[in-house]
């Protein structure tokens, strides 16, 4: 197996709507490239309103700080 960090290029993340009481956060890798990834994120409330939303670039590296 290999060890992989990254180290985040860019990251976006939106404020949609005031939450309140339990909140149900889930992310995804949307695609992954050799050296770079990308992520995206939602954050929603237990009826399933969007409370938030993050997209992120990640540039992967093997552990030790070489290239992935």
Known sequence: THCISSAASDVYKRQVSAGSGDLIATAHCERRGRSISFARGEVRSEDGTLVALATGTFKLMAR????A
């Open 64 to 67: 030790g700080g070489a290239q």
